[in-house]
């Protein structure tokens, strides 16, 4: 195992031993048992995939499927992606990701970042597809010269990364004391290659699966038939084949948790704990507690936090995205007021002292007009900052940094109360562009467009 207080020869060094922290006792007052998180996601990629990505490049390069100045071309949801690009920008490979469009901006940025070529694909597909994200991967590989293609999903090295890795490593942690370990699947290589693991230490392990509604996984593990997939939102896990790196005989039991409760448990968590995992992470959480509830006060759980829910601040962490993807309950039109209609970015506001040039900055970069002005925080609304006026100083070539909002305004228009009936920002976004609404005491702007984009999050059936 690595020594992180020591200095690592690269950032290699620093995958795995991850911390293990107990939930608080006052989590669940319904659980009387121990419930330990793994906290995977501090890996240095941000997730447990950096030990099948280390693993499964020393095991080619040791096969000679991977040479010096070859190049790695994966299929990833993400972070087995992030995993490899790490590892190959550490050891001076090129790489290629393929991930399905569904998965969040930060990820796909976060690839880049790490210096990957990233081909992004549609996740809508059939698998048989030639434009499904594993044939698209497969492809690509074929046809460079040098590539390899580890193949996650179906690759050996996937489930030993787990065996030879995690699953001994917790186990240390533990000191042999398991009685449950609760994990999800998307290739299947932690729940396999930990759980094989844990049943030849203690053959009384429990090992039990957890799985999306819409993945064939848990059908599959209860009938031993493949199910009609279907569409579900969390990151990473569930799957819409049997894949070959997942061994569904260690499993005893499997949860199948929706999409609302997972991304409520990692929000939950992260408030309430500062462990702050992405969604697959409050998947498990939604399952260990389920089962926690119904064990003895001497048992003891174990479940993973895959990866960081730094990767998701535009989904599960955005109450934007869980409202207009209908994760957070809607209002009934007959109920809905002025606040309902607002997004988070339109909590922007300028206050009477800011500078011209700061002015200038906030209306281009925050999307939003206009933009109101305050005299100081909560305090009385002066008006709207006036963007033509602000040009025009520009191209005067006035100082605008030697200039204050106050000196570059406009009279504020139509203000609605939050807490008005809806229909008053439609009835006042009929004879202008934008309105500002009162939020207690601080002005924020509404315009049609927000309008128009709100109006999906009202159940207009109520
Ligand atoms: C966020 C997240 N959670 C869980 C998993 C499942 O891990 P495994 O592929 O080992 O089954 C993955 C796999 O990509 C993942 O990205």
Known sequence: MNDKTQICDTILDAIGN??????????????????????????????????????????????????????????????????????????????????PDKMSSEKIAALRALGADVVVTPCNVDIESPMHYTKVAGRIASEIEGAWWPDQYHNRDNTDAHYYSTAPELWEQCGAKLDVFVAGAGTGGTLSG?????????????????????????HYWEHQEICDSGPYAVEGVGEEEVPGAWDPHIIDSYEVVPDIESFAMARRLAAETGIFPGGSGGMNLVAALKIARTLPADARLVTILPDYGKAYLSKVYSEDWLRDFGYLPKVGINNATVIDLMREKNKAVLFSIDNVSWAVRQAGERGVRPLPVQDGLGGELLGVFHEDRALALLAEGKDLDAMSVADCMAPAPTVLDAHAPWQEAVEALKHCEAVLVDVRGEYLSLDRRDLLQALKRLDHSA
């Open 18 to 99: 991850t911390p293990l922290v107990r939930l608080p006792k006052d989590f669940d007052p319904e659980v009387k048992c121990e419930v330990l998180l793994k906290v995977d996601y501090l890996n240095p990629g941000g997730s447990m995939k950096d030990r099948i990505a280390l693993h499964m490049v020393h095991a080619a390069e040791k096969k000679g499927l991977l040479k010096p100045g070859g190049r790695i071309v994966e299929c990833s949801s993400g972070n087995t992606g992030a995993g490899l690009c790490v590892v190959a920008a550490a050891l001076g490979y090129d790489i290629t990701v393929v991930i």
């Open 194 to 218: 930990m759980g094989r693991f844990f049943k030849e230490q203690n053959p009384n392990v429990k090992i039990i699966g957890v799985d999306p509604p819409g993945s064939i996984l848990a």
